[in-house]
């Protein structure tokens, strides 16, 4: 009995295996062929994707196009149109320079069109000029350009070679001087290597501007920074044309000068004023050196 049951026990459990693994073939065999059927199905798909984004793409380039050409349609008609011709050019804050000068360096001029000009390039040509120190331009649309100028301020004639030049407050050449140019300036003649020359001859003009020195600059020949750091200046109005030269170190000067203030003062009181040649500032001293009998 015992082996008969085992038989059968073997037989069923064969039984099942082999059931098992037809079902398995049929269950494998129904994937392969539902796979097999949506592969076409996910290609056609893909293509229409595709041709769905190609359409798009050339739909979006057809629109960019046609903006495009819209944009430059409309930007040509409004730089050409009548309505934006400059009818108006301000200038302010020029001197030596005339309303001709400026419109030349700028090349500009009425019926120019306010939205094609380049601002930017007008205050470069204008910066171009030498006597121009700073410069803005400002549209005003529809019709109207502003044009502020800050010029150069001449204070010396400086001699370079043969050649005369306008010099600016800081002993800066600013341009030649041409025939038929009238100034009074003071010449001036800096020695080579002194770094603190600028800030000296700034701090003097200054001074004389503000009326705290004894002389002004129109009494003033010229002015010399030397290479002894003196600064020397000449009036030639002095002691009536006998001139007088007043000399201080580029380290103190303005200490200096306030002394000499004092000793001019006294010499005026005292009526020797007329007898001095050269006032020096040296140190802590003021010390006057007297004109010669031969020059009274």
């Not at 002394?259 to 010390?287: C, H, P, Q, T, Y």
Request: charged share 25%; glycine share 10%; net charge positive.
């Amino acid at each position: 009995m015992s082996t008969l049951t085992i038989g059968k026990q073997s037989r069923i459990t064969l039984g099942s295996k082999r059931k098992k693994r037809s079902n398995s073939f049929r269950t494998q065999k129904r994937t392969t062929l539902s796979n097999t059927r949506k592969r076409p199905q996910r290609r056609l798909a893909g293509i229409g994707q595709f041709m769905v984004r190609c359409v798009m793409l050339m739909l979006t380039l057809s629109l960019v196009a046609v903006l495009g050409v819209g944009l430059l349609f409309g930007y040509r008609y409004l730089t050409t149109h009548p309505y934006f011709e400059l009818k108006e050019i301000h200038v302010t804050g020029i001197d030596r320079l005339n309303r001709g000068d400026i419109l030349k360096s700028a090349n500009i001029g009425l019926g120019l069109n306010c939205l094609d000009m380049n601002v930017g390039e007008v205050e470069q040509r204008l910066s171009a000029n030498p006597w121009i120190e700073s410069v803005t331009v400002r549209r005003e649309f529809p019709n109207r350009l502003r044009i502020g100028v800050e010029e150069k301020v001449p204070a010396f004639w400086i001699r370079q070679g043969d050649g005369l030049y306008f010099a600016d407050a800081s002993g800066r050449v600013i341009a030649p001087m041409h025939p038929g140019e009238m100034a009074s300036l003071p010449i001036l003649t800096v020695a080579e290597g002194l770094d603190e020359g600028p800030a000296v001859l700034r701090g003097i003009l200054e001074k004389m501007k503000e009326k705290k020195t004894p002389f002004t600059q129109s009494q003033t020949a010229w002015i010399k920074l030397t290479s002894a750091h003196e600064l020397e200046i000449y009036l030639d109005g002095h002691a009536g044309g006998r001139g007088l030269t007043v000399r201080f170190g580029t380290d103190q000067w303005e200490t200096q000068l306030e002394r000499m203030k004092v000793v001019w003062r006294d010499l005026l009181r005292r009526n020797e004023f007329k007898d001095a040649a050269i006032i020096a500032a040296s140190g802590e001293k003021i010390w006057i050196k007297k004109r010669e009998p031969s020059e009274g």
